[in-house]
């Protein structure tokens, strides 16, 4: 099994307030199709748009996605909120 530094890594896209996973499809097309790219809707956008927006809410979100991606190294960017909520994630991702 190859050590985490030779799979290649998740990203983890985080959209900005108002919009959804989907606002990356754009960029999508421009990512290396090896990459595993994840853009998943915050609480209160997109497909969860019913629920509460809370900032604990969508950090548990990005936690879900980086769990996803098992022992691959991940990577997370955002756009606005989704830059925050990216930051916000940092100390609770997995190692």
């Given at each position: 099994?190859?050590?985490?530094?030779?799979?290649?890594?998740?990203?983890?896209?985080?959209?900005?307030?108002?919009?959804?996973g989907?606002?990356?499809?754009?960029v999508?097309?421009?990512?290396d199709?090896?990459?595993?790219?994840?853009?998943?809707?915050?609480?209160?956008?997109?497909?969860?748009?019913?629920?509460?927006?809370?900032?604990?809410?969508?950090?548990?979100?990005?936690?879900?996605?980086?769990?996803?991606?098992?022992?691959?190294?991940?990577?997370?960017?955002?756009?606005s909120?989704?830059?925050?909520?990216?930051?916000?994630?940092?100390?609770?991702?997995?190692?």
């Amino acid at each position: 099994m190859p050590s985490n530094s030779q799979q290649t890594p998740v990203v983890i896209l985080v959209h900005g307030a108002g919009l959804n996973g989907a606002s990356w499809n754009a960029v999508r097309r421009h990512v290396d199709p090896r990459v595993q790219l994840l853009t998943p809707d915050l609480p209160g956008h997109g497909a969860r748009i019913a629920e509460r927006f809370t900032l604990q809410g969508a950090v548990d979100t990005v936690v879900a996605a980086a769990r996803s991606a098992g022992t691959a190294p991940v990577v997370v960017g955002g756009d606005s909120l989704g830059g925050y909520t990216a930051n916000a994630s940092a100390s609770a991702l997995p190692p």
